[in-house]
């Protein structure tokens, strides 16, 4: 019993971790969705941001001039989505589908180019990454309540600044979404934006501010996963996480809270996934690990397929804003 | 000094809160504004009354900004002004509520009324300073709307007072009101009434705009007719009447001189009994329609746009289902029973020409060639039924292009290519090809050159000399009155009366379309 008891735990620990670059995207799309721009470039954005943070991080040895690299490039490629759709009325679909296979192929070449290593930048060294930070008064728990004190030690505890910026950002969406005045504007011209433009505000300048703080949060994603819980880049390392949490936001019904739960949910059955690799149960054997890493992505395409019922995407999503005449 | 400061607070007194002198306003090729001067006098109400197109909606957005005129100027309480965008009219007190609502679903009344004024003082203070001050604004003016309501869940009249505080709220003066009773119940639009009633006894102005002449004299003080992109008159409401109103209107230069002549009528081909249809609002948009088309003759429906024709004619081509009554042809019955088929009716020899080419009549994006064959691609004809031939189909479609004199004679050239009359002569050409005993069409020349009008109108009578039934439905009046051999009249979707073209005189057919009962109208006449 204390041992499932340990292991649960454990699985806990991991399913945060798995989440946290769910979770930055998935509050990504919520900013770009809720101001009426498709995002399904999260992946891409994400890609790209990896590989810069990996790059720079290599370069001058400090995870943070490695982030800030990564965010400013993730944010660029926001702004390529934004020309091609907001500025041109492209569709919105292809323009994200044109940054992620520009992501794919961009990382890999330069990748090649600078380092030589088949696509992949050097290791890092403990230095040039976001380390985990173990929290004080470990034993003291650990001594005392000897359930929380595993709780502290391997769920709490032992994480990167990342994870928790993760965990913070919901708070944050949740506030400039329900409670600021750009929040209602933001919400406003991704539901109705003539509206918006009736009453003075540029549509296009909101639309720029939403995607570029979904670039900032897919950089962050993208440096989680190369210079936090990675030490440096590989080809495709991103692998559809992208596509998970807007799978996960669109679960959460764009909303920040419910997001973060899908996005948790999704963490913990690949979380679950590897945990239960290799083990064997009474009656039905060993689990193929295929079908276990494959389960979260078939959630995610029953999810999308419709079981979640009462979904009302903003309004005014996916259709360039054109002034009527 | 004085006077400057107190002009800069807008307490200066002009007679007037807006004029506008010499406004011209085109939009590529097509001119919607033509020297247009107005002057609307502070704390009343002025109705601007035009048919739909007659340039009405496109001052009234160069007005709050919307729109930049190509000439011309604009004073607000006699200073010039300059607007850029609708903030900036805004700004001067001009604000506009726009036949469609610029409110967002899924927020309450209150999000949507502060939503891009919200003040500087963070969202939560913001919303509750707004709420104090709307109270008072909703107090004043009778404007009862529950704040914290989903704008969504709520009925289009309050969805409408929360474009009205909207406007309020961000200190409007003037208030524009465009086409606002379309969308409301007869009950919502007297509520309507009574708060820009209210309205103006505090000195708001209000600009009224709409096509419903009952409206105009109802609650106007003063009122401006437009025509085709140009004010045609401007008199006080008290000194006109609803018919001086409609002919001036519809009262369009005489485009055509030619009288045809009469023929002698044959069988009835279409018998049209109690015939209602009621929208989705609940609205009774045609009432009680009965009469009989005969073979051989034009029967012309006059009426100002909106007063069922459309819905009259969406019937009878088998597009919507009637809710009561029922028509014949032949010894086929169509009720409210029986399931509304376009198909059945061409089969029965009934052909539609839609009032709007370009929604119903065309798909603007195929090639002359097959917009030519909608509605008609399994004729043996030009295919087998499943294939079509596409050099058989070009080979009709020029042959048709010859017959109706469509220029370019070019069946690859995609419809949206051709000019509006060559576009009409098009459909024409489709639905009087299957040689049709019964020919409805809805605005034949509307939008089309004097050319082509001519054409189009010797093409009708050409059809109806062969015995065909025609039903002609036309704002134009002239058109009517040349065309018909009987002319029926329509307001609010009833039949005001039936008149035979000989006996028709305009002041009368114009009083019926005003809403007076053919019997009055008569006997006005002596």
């Known amino acids: 019993m204390t041992d499932f008891w340990f292991q649960f735990v454990l699985t806990l620990d991991s399913t945060l971790r798995v989440a946290t670059p769910l979770i930055f995207c998935a509050m990504a799309g919520i900013f770009s969705e809720r101001s009426g721009i498709i995002d399904i470039s999260l992946e891409g954005k994400m890609l790209m941001a990896a590989f810069v943070a990996a790059a720079v991080a290599y370069g001058t040895g400090s995870p943070w001039i490695g982030a800030v690299a990564a965010v400013l490039v993730s944010i660029i490629a926001s702004l390529i989505h934004g020309f091609a759709c907001i500025i041109h009325r492209g569709n919105q679909v292809i323009s994200g589908l044109a940054i992620n296979i520009l992501a794919s192929g961009l990382t890999v070449i330069i990748g090649i180019a ?3 290593q088949g696509g992949l930048t050097p290791t890092l060294t403990k230095t040039s990454r976001f380390n985990s930070i173990e929290l004080p008064f470990i034993e003291f728990f650990e001594l005392h309540t000897p359930i929380f004190g595993v709780i502290y030690k391997h769920l709490i505890s032992g994480h990167n600044i990342l994870v928790w910026a993760a965990i913070v950002s919901v708070a944050i969406t949740y506030y400039i979404l329900f409670k600021t005045t750009f929040g209602l504007r933001l919400r406003a011209v991704g539901e109705k934006p003539e509206a918006i433009d009736s009453a003075g505000i540029s549509v296009t300048k909101m639309r720029f501010q939403a995607i570029i703080i979904a670039g900032i949060l897919c950089g962050l994603a993208g440096v989680y996963l190369s210079t936090a819980t990675g030490a440096g880049f590989v080809k495709e390392m991103t692998a559809g996480k992208g596509y998970i949490a807007l799978a996960a936001m669109i679960f959460g019904k764009w909303r920040p809270v419910p997001a973060l739960f899908a996005c948790l949910l999704f963490g913990f059955l690949e979380a679950v996934a590897t945990r239960i690799q290799g083990i064997e149960f009474i009656l039905i054997g060993e689990i193929s690990s295929d079908l276990l890493i494959a389960l979260p992505y078939l959630l995610t395409v029953i999810l999308l397929a419709g079981f979640i019922g009462g979904v009302t995407p903003p309004r005014a999503i996916g259709q360039p804003y054109i002034k009527e005449r | ?48 009354i035009g048919e739909n197109g007659a340039g009405k909606s496109t001052l009234m957005s ?108 961000r200190g409007a003066r003037v208030l524009i009101l465009d086409e606002p009773t379309g969308v409301l119940t007869p009950l919502e639009t007297e509520q309507l009434f009574e708060i820009l009633l209210a309205l103006k006894s505090e000195g708001v102005t209000i600009l ?33 009447s609803p018919e001086m109103l409609a002919e001036q209107m519809v009262g369009r230069s005489v485009l055509v ?95 539609h020409v839609p009032e709007d080419r370009h929604s119903e009549g065309l ?22 039924g499943f294939f079509t031939n596409p050099d058989t189909i070009q080979a009709y479609c020029s042959q048709l ?37 019964i020919l409805l069409v809805g605005q034949p020349t509307r939008g089309v050159d004097i050319g082509a009008i001519e054409f189009i109108h010797k093409t009708l009578i050409g059809m109806r000399n062969n015995g065909c039934a025609i039903l002609l439905v036309s704002v134009e009046l002239e058109e009517i009155l040349s ?10 979707g009833e039949i005001m009366g039936i008149v035979p073209k000989i006996t028709a005189t305009k002041a009368m057919l114009g009083k019926m379309m005003a809403g007076i009962p053919i019997e009055e109208a008569k006997e006005d006449k002596k």
């Open chain 2, 401 to 437: 292009q010859e017959a109706f004199d469509v220029r370019p004679q070019n069946p690859r050239l995609y419809s949206s290519q051709f000019s509006g009359g060559n576009q009409q002569k098009l459909v024409l050409s489709r639905e009087i090809s299957s040689t049709p005993k």
């Open chain 2, 1 to 48: 000094m004085n006077i400057e400061n107190s002009k800069q607070n807008g307490d200066f007194k002009s007679p007037f809160a807006v004029e506008i002198k010499n406004i011209n306003k085109s939009f590529g090729p097509v001119q919607a504004n033509k020297e247009i001067s107005l002057n609307v006098s502070g704390g009343t109400i002025h109705g601007i």
């Open chain 2, 483 to 492: 065309l018909s051999d009987r002319i029926l009249v329509m307001n609010s």
């Open chain 2, 257 to 351: 001189n030619n009288k045809y002549e009469l023929q002698s009528i044959g069988k009835v081909a279409l018998s049209v009994e109690q015939l209602g249809v009621v929208d989705k609002r609940g609205f009774d948009s045609l009432k009680n329609a009965t009469f009989d088309l005969h073979a051989g003759e034009i029967l012309g429906i006059a009426g100002i746009a909106g007063n069922g024709q459309s819905e009259l004619l969406s019937v009878l081509s088998g597009i919507t289902q009637p809710s009561r009554g029922f028509f014949k042809i032949e010894e086929h019955l169509f009720d409210a029973k029986k399931n509304p088929n376009p198909r059945l009716m061409r089969q029965l020899g009934v052909s």
């Open chain 2, 208 to 240: 009224l705009i709409t096509h419903k002449l009952h409206e105009i004299m109802a609650i106007t003080d003063e009122v401006s007719v437009m025509r085709q992109g140009k004010m045609v008159a401007n008199t006080l409401t008290k000194h006109t």
């Open chain 1, 114 to 116: 600078l380092f030589r």
């Open chain 2, 363 to 384: 798909v603007l994006q195929f090639q002359a060639f097959e917009s030519v064959i909608l509605g008609y691609e399994n004729n043996k004809k030009l295919g087998n």
């Open chain 2, 62 to 169: 160069i007005l709050y900004g919307f729109y930049q005129p190509d000439s011309g100027e604009i004073k607000v309480h006699g200073k010039l002004a300059y607007f850029k965008q609708p903030s900036d009219a805004l700004r001067l007190g001009i604000g506009m509520v726009h036949q469609h609502f610029m409110l967002v679903p899924n927020f309450t009344a209150l999000e949507n009324i502060v939503l891009g004024a919200e003040g500087k003082t963070g969202l939560y203070k913001g919303l509750q300073n707004a709420r104090k001050k709307l109270e008072k604004l909703k107090q004043a003016y009778g404007l009862e709307v529950e704040l914290d309501s989903l704008t969504e869940n709520l009925p289009v009249g309050i969805q409408q007072r929360i474009e009205i505080l909207k406007a309020l709220y």
